[in-house]
C-alpha cells in the first residue's frame, strides 16, 4: 500500500510539472493564421504579444495594454525556468527565499533582457492546493541577473506557482512549477470547490459577476463582467484596470487575463471590466479578481463552473 502511494504521489508530482502549452503562445499562433487571412497580401501585419487578438496594418500601440505592436509574429520558443528554495525544503510559516533563473534555449544561458509588462518585468502567482491562498507578486532582479521573492507558505501542502515574463525578442511566457511544503496535512487530494457566483465585498468594494453566455461551456469564448462599485475613486493598477487569475480546481490550468474593456456605468468611474475567457475543461474553476480603489488593492475570487460541450 506504502509503494502505491509514493508511486501516487510521484505521478501527481509529474503530472502537475509537465509543461502545458502556453496558452498565449497558442494565441499568437492563431492570431498569426488570422493575420494573413484578414490582411490578405497586405505587407506588415502587426499584433499586440499580450494580447494577440488585437491586430493592426500599421506599427503604434495596444489599445488594450499598451504594449508596442509587433510585426509579424517571432519564432515560438519555450523558456525552461530553473526554480530553486532556500532553504530547500520550505517550511509552513518561515521565510522561504525562491530564486527564478531564465535560461535562453538558443545559448543555454541566462537570459538578460525582458520587456516591461504592466510595469513589472516578472509577474509571480502563488496558490494554494485547497486554494485558500493567492499570492500575486513581483520578484525583483538581482545583480546576479536571476529573480528572487521572499514567500511564507502559511501552511504545509502543495502549491502552485506561475511566473509570467516576457523575454526580450521572444514571445511571453506562462510557466508553471510545484512546491511542495512538507508537514501534517499533506494530501494528494484536489480543492472540492462548488459553484459561488454571489456578490463578494472586498477590502473597499463591492463586486457583483455577470457572466455572458450565462452557460459556460468548456473551450467556448465567454465574457465575465466585474461590476465595481461605490462608484468612485477606481485607479489603474499594474498598467491595466484589472488582473484576473483563472484557474481549474486541480490547479494545473493557470492563466493571468488583462480585461477586453473597462465600461463607465454612468460617465464616472463606476466601472465594469470584462475579460474574455475559454475555460479549456469541465468543472469548477475558481477566477481571482485584483483591481485598485483609492490607493487600496482589492482582491475578489469567485468560483465558475464550466460544463463538457453538448454531444
Not at 490578405?40 to 503604434?60: E, T, W
Not at 457566483?197 to 468548456?218: C, G, I, Y
Request: hydrophobic fraction near 40%.
Amino acid at each position: 500500500m506504502a509503494r502505491i502511494s509514493i508511486i501516487s504521489a510521484v505521478a501527481l508530482f509529474c503530472l502537475l510539472n509537465a509543461r502545458a502549452p502556453d496558452p498565449r503562445v497558442r494565441a499568437a499562433i492563431e492570431a498569426s493564421r488570422h493575420i494573413h487571412q484578414i490582411q490578405d497580401g497586405l505587407d506588415g501585419s502587426f499584433y499586440c504579444p499580450m494580447d494577440p487578438d488585437v491586430r493592426s496594418i500599421r506599427p503604434g500601440t495596444c489599445s488594450r495594454c499598451g504594449m508596442t505592436l509587433v510585426e509579424g509574429v517571432p519564432d515560438i520558443v519555450e523558456y525552461p525556468l530553473d526554480l530553486t528554495m532556500e532553504p530547500p525544503v520550505p517550511r509552513a510559516t518561515e521565510l522561504t527565499r525562491l530564486t527564478f533563473g531564465i535560461i535562453d534555449p538558443r545559448t543555454r544561458g541566462p537570459v538578460r533582457r525582458f520587456e516591461i509588462v504592466h510595469e513589472k518585468l516578472y509577474h509571480l502567482f502563488v496558490v494554494s492546493q485547497d486554494l485558500s491562498f493567492f499570492l500575486h507578486a513581483h520578484p525583483e532582479r538581482q545583480p546576479d541577473q536571476d529573480f528572487h521573492l521572499d514567500v511564507r507558505f502559511p501552511q504545509p501542502g502543495m502549491y502552485r506557482v506561475l511566473s509570467d515574463f516576457y523575454p526580450s525578442g521572444s514571445t511571453p511566457q506562462l510557466i508553471t512549477n510545484t512546491v511542495i511544503v512538507p508537514g501534517p496535512g499533506v494530501s494528494q487530494e484536489t480543492a472540492s470547490i462548488h459553484a459561488d457566483m454571489a456578490p463578494k465585498q472586498t477590502e473597499n468594494s463591492r463586486v457583483e459577476l455577470e457572466v455572458v453566455p450565462e452557460r459556460v461551456v468548456a473551450r467556448q469564448r465567454v465574457s465575465l463582467f466585474f461590476q465595481i462599485t461605490p462608484d468612485q475613486g477606481l485607479e489603474p493598477y499594474l498598467g491595466a484596470w484589472g488582473h484576473m487569475l483563472a484557474a481549474s480546481s486541480d490547479l494545473i490550468d493557470m492563466v493571468h487575463y488583462h480585461p477586453l474593456s473597462a465600461v463607465d456605468a454612468r460617465g464616472n468611474s463606476n466601472k465594469k471590466l470584462q475579460f474574455d475567457i475559454a475555460f479549456s475543461r469541465a468543472g469548477v474553476h475558481r477566477v481571482w479578481m485584483q483591481f485598485q480603489r483609492l490607493g487600496i488593492v482589492n482582491t475578489v475570487a469567485f468560483n465558475v463552473p464550466v460544463d463538457e460541450p453538448p454531444q
